[in-house]
């Protein structure tokens, strides 16, 4: 009988039974997901939970159980179970602990997009989806920066040239995309194909444009630099980093003088500060003020926290009393080593620590991979500084599908290498 003639209730049961259908699909949920990121939470929300679904037809139970030992997977486990047995301690309602436990639930799926793209050959699809996503949006923040109207966003809440979500996740989607194009850019100029160098160094400027010219976040001024530090440091000459050095100082001043938002941005750090010091409410000021109460909250218990989801209630006992910034009452302290340590001490920033070095250290190999998830991880800790990105939903998620799935194809090629290794001897 023809493949034509088969029926189709023959054709869905071999379907149905065959691994590489079953990691084709997990492969365009995967991409679906990276491309829903920069616009919807409810859809990310819905293909993870699809992705987990399609994924576990063809796990390797054996290979995934062994691979747990890897510290870049018993890592992220270890913070999740942590915040789930933190639980026992803490002196918040249950509702509210277990709040606190969703954020970490994320950093369960990194195992299995290891385990998954080890496997995969379509690993680069996800992040070009994720590419040509932002690149989307880049064309709707410019279109919305002239005609606001477009805006999905409240009109009360829009920031200009915000089609959806926020700022700061704009800023982190396009700081990152920007500065991993260099790699691939450096890559085609030495193989000397200038044309298609040429095309993705315009997207790179594209992005870097929108966040001068239309909105950008502070951490995003604070990171990026870091950023392409790192690039030039691992894939440059010295002499070709001091030429870049120079020209990105004049093209900093050039965009200072010709940048409104970028100057009021960069000066608003001193304006907030002095306001915070004359006893106003400001943004920097908040932080600092959140920070300050967090270490005091530290020291109250420095090995093991006050347990999870404890953050909002002791605010709201230092609040009693207080007024202006001291009365403020939040969940989030905006630093992921403080939001870890008031809920499980010094025992959670070990642990916090440990999973950003096992993941660093997983990326320092050469390649494109190696590259993106380098980045992923370097952008994670720094804004981190200011912000809690692991915890935080798109961050966090930006943080597990890079390191996943750049992750997963590393592990491959180190696994070939050491195959090839052992062989030889």
């Known amino acids: 009988m023809s493949a034509a003639a088969e029926p189709i209730g023959a054709l869905l049961s071999r379907r149905w039974r065959d691994p590489a259908a079953w990691m084709a699909s997990a492969d365009v949920v995967a991409v679906l997901l990276a491309a829903s990121l920069p616009w919807s939470t409810s859809l990310v929300g819905i293909f993870a939970v699809v992705l987990v679904i399609v994924m576990l037809p063809t796990l390797d139970a054996p290979a995934l159980m062994a691979s747990l030992k890897r510290p870049a997977c018993a890592a992220p486990l270890a913070l999740f179970l942590l ?5 026992l301690w803490s002196e918040a309602r249950w509702g509210m602990r277990f709040y606190a436990v969703a954020p970490t639930a994320k950093l369960l799926l990194l195992p299995l997009l290891f385990h998954h793209f080890a496997r995969s050959q379509r690993a680069l699809w996800v992040f070009i989806a994720f590419l040509a996503s932002c690149i989307a949006l880049l064309a709707m923040s410019w279109l919305v920066a002239y005609f606001p109207d477009l805006s999905l966003k409240p009109k009360d809440f829009a920031s200009r040239g915000i089609f959806v979500k926020n700022y700061i996740d704009q800023s982190q989607e396009f700081t990152l995309c920007a500065v991993v194009l ?13 044309v298609p160098a040429l095309l993705l160094f315009a997207i790179s400027m594209g992005f870097l444009a ?15 630099p870091i950023m392409l530090a790192a690039f030039g440091l691992i894939h440059l000459r010295w002499r070709t980093n001091i030429i870049i050095l120079v020209a990105t100082a004049v093209l900093a001043g050039l965009a200072w003088v010709a940048s409104p ?17 004359q006893g106003n409410v400001s943004s920097v000021g908040e932080r ?33 009393g207080q007024k202006g910034l001291a009365a403020e009452v939040i969940r989030n302290p905006h630093n992921q080593t403080l939001n870890v340590a008031v809920q499980w001490g010094v025992l959670g920033i070990l642990v916090l620590y440990a999973m950003w070095l096992s993941h660093l250290l997983m ?35 930006m943080y597990v599908l890079g390191v996943g799935i750049a992750g997963g ?12 290794g052992a062989d030889a001897s």
């Open 83 to 87: 915040a789930l047995v933190g639980t």
């Open 363 to 397: 990326f320092r190999g050469e390649g494109l991979f190696n590259w993106i998830g380098l980045l992923v991880v370097v952008q994670n800790i720094f804004t981190s500084l200011f912000n809690s990105h692991i915890f935080d939903f798109h961050e966090g998620w």
């Open 288 to 320: 600092l003020e959140f920070w300050k109460k967090s270490l005091g909250f530290f020291a109250e218990a420095p090995i093991v926290g006050h347990g999870t989801g404890s953050t909002e209630g002791l605010f709201i006992q230092a609040a009693v």
């Open 182 to 194: 260099a790699y691939p850019v450096l890559s085609l100029l030495r193989e000397r194909r200038f």
């Open 210 to 224: 929108n966040m001068i010219f239309v909105i950008v976040s502070r951490t995003a001024l604070v990171t990026m």
């Open 409 to 420: 194809v590393v592990l491959k090629a180190s696994g070939a290498s050491a195959s090839r």
């Open 261 to 277: 938002p970028l100057r009021a941005k960069i000066t608003s750090f001193s304006s907030e500060y002095q306001l915070y010091e």
